[in-house]
Protein backbone atom coordinates (compact mmCIF):
# COMPACT_ATOMS: atom_id res chain seq x y z
CA UNK A 1 0.00 0.00 0.00
CA UNK A 2 1.66 3.58 -1.04
CA UNK A 3 1.57 6.13 1.81
CA UNK A 4 2.28 9.51 0.96
CA UNK A 5 5.65 10.73 2.67
CA UNK A 6 4.20 14.10 3.56
CA UNK A 7 0.86 12.06 5.39
CA UNK A 8 3.17 10.15 7.24
CA UNK A 9 5.20 13.46 8.41
CA UNK A 10 2.17 14.88 9.68
CA UNK A 11 0.61 11.80 11.41
CA UNK A 12 3.90 11.37 13.29
CA UNK A 13 3.90 14.95 13.90
CA UNK A 14 0.48 14.95 15.78
CA UNK A 15 1.73 11.33 17.28
CA UNK A 16 4.83 13.29 19.50
CA UNK A 17 2.23 16.20 20.16
CA UNK A 18 -0.10 14.09 21.45
CA UNK A 19 2.30 12.05 23.48
CA UNK A 20 3.94 14.98 24.90
CA UNK A 21 1.11 16.18 25.94
CA UNK A 22 0.22 13.51 27.76
CA UNK A 23 3.35 12.16 29.09
CA UNK A 24 5.46 15.37 29.05
CA UNK A 25 8.41 16.36 30.38
CA UNK A 26 9.84 13.49 28.79
CA UNK A 27 12.76 12.98 26.61
CA UNK A 28 13.30 12.56 22.81
CA UNK A 29 14.48 9.05 23.29
CA UNK A 30 11.80 8.26 25.22
CA UNK A 31 8.92 9.26 22.66
CA UNK A 32 10.91 7.62 20.19
CA UNK A 33 10.48 3.97 22.10
CA UNK A 34 6.82 4.37 22.94
CA UNK A 35 5.80 5.59 19.48
CA UNK A 36 8.54 3.14 17.63
CA UNK A 37 9.15 5.31 15.64
CA UNK A 38 13.45 6.29 15.17
CA UNK A 39 15.12 8.78 17.00
CA UNK A 40 16.26 10.97 13.70
CA UNK A 41 12.96 11.12 12.68
CA UNK A 42 12.02 12.50 16.01
CA UNK A 43 14.55 14.55 16.18
CA UNK A 44 13.75 15.81 13.37
CA UNK A 45 9.99 16.67 14.11
CA UNK A 46 11.10 18.08 17.47
CA UNK A 47 12.96 20.50 15.90
CA UNK A 48 10.00 22.00 13.81
CA UNK A 49 7.80 21.61 16.68
CA UNK A 50 10.19 23.70 18.76
CA UNK A 51 10.73 26.61 15.74
CA UNK A 52 6.74 26.61 16.02
CA UNK A 53 6.89 26.88 19.83
CA UNK A 54 4.16 23.69 20.15
CA UNK A 55 6.77 22.21 22.36
CA UNK A 56 9.65 23.98 24.97
CA UNK A 57 12.78 22.41 26.48
CA UNK A 58 12.07 22.36 29.66
CA UNK A 59 15.15 21.50 31.72
CA UNK A 60 17.41 17.60 32.13
CA UNK A 61 16.32 14.68 32.97
CA UNK A 62 18.28 11.43 34.69
CA UNK A 63 20.66 9.91 32.61
CA UNK A 64 21.07 6.25 32.46
CA UNK A 65 22.69 4.01 34.54
CA UNK A 66 25.75 3.75 32.21
CA UNK A 67 26.11 7.04 32.68
CA UNK A 68 26.27 9.78 30.14
CA UNK A 69 25.03 13.40 29.06
CA UNK A 70 21.34 13.65 30.74
CA UNK A 71 18.75 13.62 28.45
CA UNK A 72 16.89 17.25 27.99
CA UNK A 73 12.96 17.04 28.45
CA UNK A 74 10.21 18.38 26.12
CA UNK A 75 6.63 19.57 27.41
CA UNK A 76 3.75 21.21 25.69
CA UNK A 77 3.90 24.85 25.07
CA UNK A 78 1.51 26.27 27.40
CA UNK A 79 1.75 29.69 26.38
CA UNK A 80 1.43 28.50 22.86
CA UNK A 81 -2.60 29.87 22.70
CA UNK A 82 -5.50 29.99 25.30
CA UNK A 83 -9.02 29.06 24.91
CA UNK A 84 -11.70 30.53 26.36
CA UNK A 85 -14.58 28.32 27.68
CA UNK A 86 -18.18 29.05 28.52
CA UNK A 87 -21.12 27.28 30.01
CA UNK A 88 -24.42 28.54 29.56
CA UNK A 89 -26.55 27.90 32.29
CA UNK A 90 -30.87 28.57 33.00
CA UNK A 91 -29.83 31.60 35.07
CA UNK A 92 -26.04 31.74 34.96
CA UNK A 93 -22.79 32.01 33.17
CA UNK A 94 -19.63 30.22 33.81
CA UNK A 95 -16.29 31.57 31.87
CA UNK A 96 -13.02 30.01 31.99
CA UNK A 97 -9.70 30.86 30.11
CA UNK A 98 -7.38 28.25 30.14
CA UNK A 99 -4.13 27.99 28.92
CA UNK A 100 -3.00 26.05 25.67
CA UNK A 101 -2.21 22.99 28.33
CA UNK A 102 -5.63 23.33 29.87
CA UNK A 103 -4.29 24.84 32.70
CA UNK A 104 -7.13 27.10 34.09
CA UNK A 105 -6.05 30.95 34.22
CA UNK A 106 -9.34 32.76 35.48
CA UNK A 107 -12.66 31.31 36.14
CA UNK A 108 -15.98 33.80 37.07
CA UNK A 109 -19.46 32.78 37.43
CA UNK A 110 -22.19 35.29 36.37
CA UNK A 111 -25.76 35.31 37.16
CA UNK A 112 -28.54 36.26 34.37
CA UNK A 113 -31.10 36.50 36.18
CA UNK A 114 -33.57 39.36 35.19
CA UNK A 115 -30.72 40.04 32.36
CA UNK A 116 -32.44 40.07 28.46
CA UNK A 117 -30.68 37.69 25.85
CA UNK A 118 -29.07 40.91 24.38
CA UNK A 119 -27.23 41.97 27.71
CA UNK A 120 -26.32 38.62 27.88
CA UNK A 121 -24.54 38.45 24.68
CA UNK A 122 -23.12 42.06 25.61
CA UNK A 123 -21.93 40.29 28.53
CA UNK A 124 -20.17 37.25 27.19
CA UNK A 125 -18.42 39.62 24.50
CA UNK A 126 -17.29 42.16 27.28
CA UNK A 127 -15.78 38.54 29.04
CA UNK A 128 -14.09 37.54 26.18
CA UNK A 129 -12.36 40.69 26.02
CA UNK A 130 -11.17 40.78 29.19
CA UNK A 131 -10.57 37.31 29.74
CA UNK A 132 -7.91 37.62 27.32
CA UNK A 133 -4.30 36.15 28.76
CA UNK A 134 -0.84 38.27 27.57
CA UNK A 135 1.99 37.16 26.27
CA UNK A 136 1.40 33.67 23.93
CA UNK A 137 2.47 32.65 21.05
CA UNK A 138 -1.08 32.47 19.32
CA UNK A 139 -3.37 34.43 21.21
CA UNK A 140 -6.95 33.36 21.10
CA UNK A 141 -7.19 29.72 20.06
CA UNK A 142 -10.99 29.14 19.79
CA UNK A 143 -13.83 29.99 22.10
CA UNK A 144 -15.93 26.41 23.23
CA UNK A 145 -19.89 27.24 24.39
CA UNK A 146 -21.07 24.28 26.92
CA UNK A 147 -24.87 23.87 26.63
CA UNK A 148 -28.16 22.45 28.31
CA UNK A 149 -29.53 21.40 25.16
CA UNK A 150 -28.60 18.62 22.75
CA UNK A 151 -26.31 20.01 20.12
CA UNK A 152 -26.13 17.87 16.12
CA UNK A 153 -23.15 19.06 14.07
CA UNK A 154 -22.10 22.15 16.17
CA UNK A 155 -25.99 23.37 15.98
CA UNK A 156 -27.65 23.64 19.37
CA UNK A 157 -31.43 21.74 18.97
CA UNK A 158 -33.17 25.07 20.97
CA UNK A 159 -32.02 28.56 20.99
CA UNK A 160 -29.39 29.82 22.83
CA UNK A 161 -30.56 33.26 22.79
CA UNK A 162 -32.96 34.56 20.74
CA UNK A 163 -32.69 36.56 17.80
CA UNK A 164 -28.72 35.86 18.16
CA UNK A 165 -26.54 32.88 16.79
CA UNK A 166 -23.95 33.13 19.28
CA UNK A 167 -21.55 30.50 17.94
CA UNK A 168 -21.35 32.32 14.36
CA UNK A 169 -21.58 35.99 16.08
CA UNK A 170 -18.79 35.01 18.54
CA UNK A 171 -16.97 33.50 15.29
CA UNK A 172 -17.29 36.91 13.52
CA UNK A 173 -16.25 39.28 16.38
CA UNK A 174 -13.35 37.40 17.51
CA UNK A 175 -12.25 35.44 14.37
CA UNK A 176 -11.22 32.26 16.07
CA UNK A 177 -13.23 28.78 16.09
CA UNK A 178 -16.38 27.92 18.27
CA UNK A 179 -17.73 24.66 18.90
CA UNK A 180 -20.91 23.58 20.81
CA UNK A 181 -20.93 21.09 23.13
CA UNK A 182 -24.17 19.51 25.19
CA UNK A 183 -23.27 20.36 28.91
CA UNK A 184 -23.29 16.64 29.86
CA UNK A 185 -21.21 15.38 27.01
CA UNK A 186 -18.59 17.70 28.41
CA UNK A 187 -18.52 16.69 31.94
CA UNK A 188 -18.06 12.86 30.51
CA UNK A 189 -15.01 14.40 28.59
CA UNK A 190 -13.88 16.03 31.28
CA UNK A 191 -13.75 12.68 33.88
CA UNK A 192 -12.34 10.51 31.07
CA UNK A 193 -9.41 13.21 30.40
CA UNK A 194 -8.73 14.93 33.75
CA UNK A 195 -8.53 11.66 35.58
CA UNK A 196 -5.49 9.97 36.95
CA UNK A 197 -7.60 6.37 36.71
CA UNK A 198 -6.13 4.86 33.50
CA UNK A 199 -8.40 1.81 34.43
CA UNK A 200 -11.98 3.50 33.65
CA UNK A 201 -13.02 3.13 30.15
CA UNK A 202 -16.60 3.32 30.17
CA UNK A 203 -18.49 5.68 32.51
CA UNK A 204 -22.19 7.94 32.38
CA UNK A 205 -21.90 11.75 33.36
CA UNK A 206 -25.17 12.48 34.58
CA UNK A 207 -26.12 15.84 34.82
CA UNK A 208 -29.05 16.97 36.86
CA UNK A 209 -30.46 20.75 37.00
CA UNK A 210 -33.43 22.50 35.60
CA UNK A 211 -32.83 19.16 32.51
CA UNK A 212 -31.36 15.98 32.86
CA UNK A 213 -28.54 14.97 30.91
CA UNK A 214 -26.29 11.86 30.53
CA UNK A 215 -22.92 11.69 28.91
CA UNK A 216 -21.84 8.78 27.89
CA UNK A 217 -18.39 6.95 27.48
CA UNK A 218 -17.65 3.57 25.95
CA UNK A 219 -14.44 2.19 25.79
CA UNK A 220 -12.73 6.08 26.17
CA UNK A 221 -14.67 7.44 23.08
CA UNK A 222 -17.81 9.78 23.64
CA UNK A 223 -20.51 7.92 22.66
CA UNK A 224 -22.82 9.97 20.67
CA UNK A 225 -25.73 7.97 18.70
CA UNK A 226 -28.01 8.57 16.24
CA UNK A 227 -28.52 12.24 15.48
CA UNK A 228 -26.07 12.87 19.39
CA UNK A 229 -29.30 12.12 20.55
CA UNK A 230 -27.66 9.17 23.39
CA UNK A 231 -28.31 10.41 26.77
CA UNK A 232 -31.18 12.87 26.10
CA UNK A 233 -33.24 11.67 29.14
CA UNK A 234 -36.30 13.98 27.92
CA UNK A 235 -37.05 11.28 25.58
CA UNK A 236 -37.45 8.85 28.90
CA UNK A 237 -40.86 7.90 29.66
CA UNK A 238 -41.81 5.71 32.69
CA UNK A 239 -45.28 4.48 34.05
CA UNK A 240 -45.67 4.99 37.54
CA UNK A 241 -48.44 3.80 40.46
CA UNK A 242 -49.62 6.72 42.66
CA UNK A 243 -53.19 6.99 44.28
CA UNK A 244 -54.11 3.47 42.92
CA UNK A 245 -53.60 4.51 39.17
CA UNK A 246 -50.94 4.12 36.79
CA UNK A 247 -49.52 7.23 35.40
CA UNK A 248 -47.04 8.34 32.71
CA UNK A 249 -44.00 10.06 33.75
CA UNK A 250 -40.95 12.22 31.79
CA UNK A 251 -38.10 12.53 34.45
CA UNK A 252 -37.39 15.76 33.82
CA UNK A 253 -40.95 17.12 34.69
CA UNK A 254 -40.28 14.78 37.36
CA UNK A 255 -37.30 14.56 39.01
CA UNK A 256 -35.01 17.41 37.50
CA UNK A 257 -34.27 20.01 40.38
CA UNK A 258 -36.33 22.52 38.57
CA UNK A 259 -39.04 20.09 38.87
CA UNK A 260 -38.57 19.57 42.74
CA UNK A 261 -38.84 22.99 43.42
CA UNK A 262 -41.88 23.94 41.70
CA UNK A 263 -43.59 21.07 43.83
CA UNK A 264 -41.94 22.57 46.78
CA UNK A 265 -43.14 25.65 45.60
CA UNK A 266 -46.86 24.16 45.54
CA UNK A 267 -46.35 25.34 49.53
CA UNK A 268 -47.58 28.60 49.74
CA UNK A 269 -45.03 29.31 52.82
CA UNK A 270 -41.90 27.80 50.62
CA UNK A 271 -41.87 30.13 47.28
CA UNK A 272 -38.33 31.12 46.04
CA UNK A 273 -36.11 28.92 47.91
CA UNK A 274 -33.14 28.26 46.41
CA UNK A 275 -31.42 24.51 46.72
CA UNK A 276 -29.52 25.36 49.95
CA UNK A 277 -32.53 26.33 51.36
CA UNK A 278 -34.40 23.59 50.47
CA UNK A 279 -31.59 21.46 51.68
CA UNK A 280 -31.79 23.00 54.78
CA UNK A 281 -35.47 22.33 55.34
CA UNK A 282 -34.92 19.06 54.36
CA UNK A 283 -32.68 18.19 57.21
CA UNK A 284 -34.86 19.90 59.43
CA UNK A 285 -37.48 17.37 58.33
CA UNK A 286 -40.31 20.04 56.86
CA UNK A 287 -42.68 17.35 55.43
CA UNK A 288 -43.37 19.21 52.09
CA UNK A 289 -39.77 19.15 51.11
CA UNK A 290 -38.99 15.89 52.26
CA UNK A 291 -41.95 14.80 50.03
CA UNK A 292 -40.32 16.53 47.21
CA UNK A 293 -37.07 14.80 47.48
CA UNK A 294 -38.51 11.41 48.00
CA UNK A 295 -40.41 12.11 44.62
CA UNK A 296 -36.74 12.75 43.30
CA UNK A 297 -34.75 9.84 44.37
CA UNK A 298 -37.72 7.72 43.15
CA UNK A 299 -37.62 9.35 39.97
CA UNK A 300 -34.00 9.30 39.78
CA UNK A 301 -33.48 5.86 40.79
CA UNK A 302 -36.06 4.88 37.37
CA UNK A 303 -33.40 6.79 35.34
CA UNK A 304 -30.15 5.58 36.53
CA UNK A 305 -31.19 1.61 36.63
CA UNK A 306 -32.09 1.96 32.81
CA UNK A 307 -28.59 4.01 32.09
CA UNK A 308 -26.79 1.54 33.78
CA UNK A 309 -28.70 -1.55 32.18
CA UNK A 310 -28.48 -0.40 28.90
CA UNK A 311 -24.39 0.98 29.04
CA UNK A 312 -23.12 -1.08 31.99
CA UNK A 313 -20.56 1.70 32.71
CA UNK A 314 -17.44 1.16 35.50
CA UNK A 315 -18.84 4.32 37.36
CA UNK A 316 -21.88 6.84 37.00
CA UNK A 317 -20.91 10.34 37.95
CA UNK A 318 -23.65 12.45 39.44
CA UNK A 319 -22.93 16.61 38.82
CA UNK A 320 -26.27 17.79 40.84
CA UNK A 321 -26.09 20.67 43.24
CA UNK A 322 -28.85 18.82 45.13
CA UNK A 323 -26.88 16.04 45.81
CA UNK A 324 -23.56 17.86 46.62
CA UNK A 325 -25.72 20.33 49.30
CA UNK A 326 -27.37 16.53 50.81
CA UNK A 327 -24.88 14.15 50.41
CA UNK A 328 -27.18 11.35 52.37
CA UNK A 329 -29.06 11.54 49.21
CA UNK A 330 -26.20 9.25 46.90
CA UNK A 331 -26.64 6.53 50.08
CA UNK A 332 -30.35 6.72 49.20
CA UNK A 333 -29.82 6.26 45.10
CA UNK A 334 -27.48 3.50 46.32
CA UNK A 335 -29.78 1.65 48.28
CA UNK A 336 -32.21 1.57 45.86
CA UNK A 337 -30.17 0.32 42.89
CA UNK A 338 -29.55 -3.11 43.41
CA UNK A 339 -28.40 -3.07 39.79
CA UNK A 340 -25.04 -1.41 40.65
CA UNK A 341 -23.86 -4.20 42.79
CA UNK A 342 -25.00 -6.53 39.71
CA UNK A 343 -23.29 -5.05 37.20
CA UNK A 344 -19.88 -3.75 39.24
CA UNK A 345 -20.97 -0.17 38.88
CA UNK A 346 -19.90 2.52 41.22
CA UNK A 347 -22.12 5.60 41.66
CA UNK A 348 -20.27 9.14 42.76
CA UNK A 349 -20.82 12.87 43.23
CA UNK A 350 -19.40 14.41 40.37
CA UNK A 351 -15.29 15.63 41.22
CA UNK A 352 -14.98 19.37 40.58
CA UNK A 353 -18.40 20.05 38.66
CA UNK A 354 -18.55 23.78 38.20
CA UNK A 355 -15.53 22.95 35.94
CA UNK A 356 -16.55 19.73 34.38
CA UNK A 357 -18.31 21.56 31.35
CA UNK A 358 -15.82 23.73 30.97
CA UNK A 359 -13.05 21.76 30.93
CA UNK A 360 -14.20 18.92 29.09
CA UNK A 361 -15.60 21.71 26.25
CA UNK A 362 -11.50 22.91 26.19
CA UNK A 363 -10.47 18.93 25.33
CA UNK A 364 -12.97 18.72 22.79
CA UNK A 365 -11.93 21.92 21.04
CA UNK A 366 -7.99 21.83 21.91
CA UNK A 367 -8.45 18.00 19.51
CA UNK A 368 -9.82 20.10 16.79
CA UNK A 369 -7.36 22.81 17.20
CA UNK A 370 -4.45 20.46 17.33
CA UNK A 371 -5.70 17.91 15.04
CA UNK A 372 -5.46 15.58 17.80
CA UNK A 373 -8.20 12.91 16.73
CA UNK A 374 -10.55 11.30 19.23
CA UNK A 375 -8.06 9.36 21.52
CA UNK A 376 -8.23 9.88 25.41
CA UNK A 377 -5.75 12.67 26.82
CA UNK A 378 -4.11 12.92 29.72
CA UNK A 379 -4.47 16.06 30.76
CA UNK A 380 -3.94 18.06 33.98
CA UNK A 381 -5.81 16.46 36.90
Not at 17 to 33: A, L, Q, T
Not at 113 to 127: A, L, P
Not at 165 to 171: F, G, I, Q, S, Y
Amino acid sequence: MFINKHTMRLNNERSVIRHVINYGPISRSKISRDLSINKVTISSILEDLLSQQYVVEIGEGESTKNGGRKPKLIEFNKNFGYFINIEIGKNYINIMSTWANGQIARFEEISTIDKSDQQIYQIINKKITNFALKHTVHSLLGISLAVHHRVFNNISQKPILKDIDLPKALEKNFEVPVILLNSANAAAIFQRDFSSNNEIKNLISLTINETIDAGIIIDENLYLGNQAAAGNIAEMKFLLSTDNKIVQINPIKYCSQDAILKEVYKDKGLSNLSLQQLSKLYVQGNPSVVASIKQFIEGLSLVLNNLIASYAPQIVFLDSTLIENLPLLLIQLRNNLPILQNTGTKLEISRQSTFAPLLGSYSFLMRQIFHLGTKRLRLIP
